[in-house]
């Protein structure tokens, strides 16, 4: 009923593919979202970082297509806040060469990040388990989706970089073991990574051998060139036949 009714106000707001969702040309719409002029400012590719910023028991790697930046912040946030869900599918699009690299990464699972409950009921659906379930298809790689939000935490983005890390503190656990396995934990943005590196803790806790993340867009903040140890590698998987 909820998701319903979100999708005719996702309609409602963006109620036809005719005008760009970025900047609102109505004129030379060649993609189905974006303009060719704003399409031509998205430029996916295989990133993926770590930082020493990150705990010993968190995220490993961070993959992501594209840097948080217009246009797709703001197509990202048409698909969270206003139920956009067709945009998935684009979505996906952009990401086609990172999942090229992923499958070839080993992973045994892909994980969605959980929304609590009381969340989910407000926003009808989580973006995440949306992604995921897109990913798991294009990839092959089984989805799971076994962690469980436990405290109705405050949304990351309202917060200063500092409290990010405690506001979402001990906030996830693990519904079943995951003893040995290689976890990919799905959302859409990946910024400070306090919120992956909560759930990778919390699948570490039940067994996981190694978890890192895997989102639609990564911050900027990654473009510094210490964190990109793993862009080469990436890169060079990346061009592989
Ligand atoms: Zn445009």
């Keep these: 009923m909820i998701r319903r009714v979100w999708e005719r106000m996702g309609e409602f707001l963006f109620p036809s593919r005719a005008v760009c969702l970025n900047c609102g040309d109505p004129s030379g719409l060649e993609e189905e979202w974006l303009c060719a002029r704003c399409r031509a400012r ?28 217009e246009p797709i912040a703001r197509l990202i946030r048409a698909f969270k806040y206003d139920g956009v869900y067709r945009l998935a599918p684009f979505f996906i699009s952009c990401m086609r060469s ?14 969605p990040v959980p929304l609590h ?22 990839t092959g790689i089984p989805l799971r989706d076994v962690l469980r939000r436990t405290r109705n935490t405050k949304r990351q983005a309202r917060l200063p970089v500092t409290s990010r890390r405690e506001n979402v503190h001990g906030a996830f656990t693990c ?3 995951l003893s ?25 806790l039940a067994g996981a051998r190694d978890a890192q993340a895997l989102t639609l867009a ?3 903040r990654y473009r510094r060139s210490k964190d990109r140890i793993y862009r080469k590698n990436a890169a060079s998987n990346s061009s592989k036949p």
Excluded at 181 to 204: E, H, I, M, Q
């Design 42 to 69: 998205l430029k996916p590719g295989v990133h993926a970082v770590q930082s020493d910023e990150w705990p010993e028991d968190g995220v490993s790697r961070a993959w992501f297509a594209l840097y948080y930046e």
């Design 98 to 111: 990172l999942l090229a690299t992923i499958r070839s990464e080993g992973f045994d699972c892909v994980v």
């Design 117 to 138: 409950e009381k969340r989910l009921r407000e926003r009808g659906f989580n973006q995440a388990e949306v992604m995921a379930a897109f990913i798991s298809q294009e």
């Design 175 to 177: 519904a079943c073991r």
């Design 180 to 204: 040995g396995l290689k976890v990919l934990l799905v959302d859409d943005v990946f910024t400070t990574g306090s919120t992956a590196n909560s759930c990778a803790k919390a699948l570490r």
């Design 218 to 220: 990564g911050s900027r």
